[in-house]
């Protein structure tokens, strides 16, 4: 069983099975900052049920790294928040995701260790085109977009007290970058 693990002063990670999706929690004076969603409604209430291990504050931002759907398509059930993500985010699920959502859901046989029922796309509410900064409390968070790579839509969370920043496309089982961008990060 998974727990969270705390890679920063009050930064946590916690990495979910099945893909070895990591998903990452900012906890600041006021508010939480939750990076990444997983993917169907049932595995976000999950992570929504385990941050209330971490702390009682309101789960106020969320961020998705990217637009795949290891890492947005929980959105739907933290619309409660404000959703962070790159500019290009909602067009790059109107033009991939979303098609792939609606094939995969329709021939569940097509990826039977997948459970798509109930999947909605839901995209960021705030977008990113420039870094924007935000505070949950004395604690200061830096957003940089970066240009493509991995996807059109990678966006970096930076916690600059903690001189930590949070980058989830690498490393994960499911959601390898390019092997250019893997030389260039060492990953
Ligand atoms: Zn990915």
């Not at 969370?157 to 990060?185: N, Q």
Request: charged share 25%; hydrophobic share 35%; net charge negative.
């Amino acid at each position: 069983m998974s727990a969270w693990n705390e890679v920063a002063d009050r930064v946590y990670q916690r990495r979910y099975d099945p893909l070895d999706i990591s998903v990452s929690v900012v906890v600041g004076d006021d508010d939480l900052l939750l990076v990444d969603t997983r993917y169907n409604p049932r595995e976000a209430e999950e992570v929504r049920s385990d941050i209330a291990e971490l702390s009682t504050l309101p789960i106020r931002w969320v961020a998705n790294t990217h637009a795949h759907y290891d890492h947005s398509f929980g959105n739907q059930r933290f619309t409660d928040a404000e959703i962070l993500g790159h500019h290009l985010l909602p067009k790059h699920f109107a033009e991939y995701e979303a098609p792939r959502l609606a094939g995969w859901a329709g021939i569940p046989s097509a990826r039977p260790q997948h459970d798509w029922q109930g999947g909605l796309l839901t995209p960021p509410t705030t977008l990113m085109s420039s870094v924007q900064e935000l505070d949950l409390g004395n604690r200061r968070v830096r957003f940089p977009p970066l240009a493509p790579g991995h996807t059109d839509t990678d966006l970096v969370v930076e916690i600059t007290d903690a001189v930590t920043s949070l980058l989830s496309t690498v490393g994960t089982r499911s959601c390898r970058p390019p092997a250019r961008l893997r030389r260039r990060l060492g990953g």
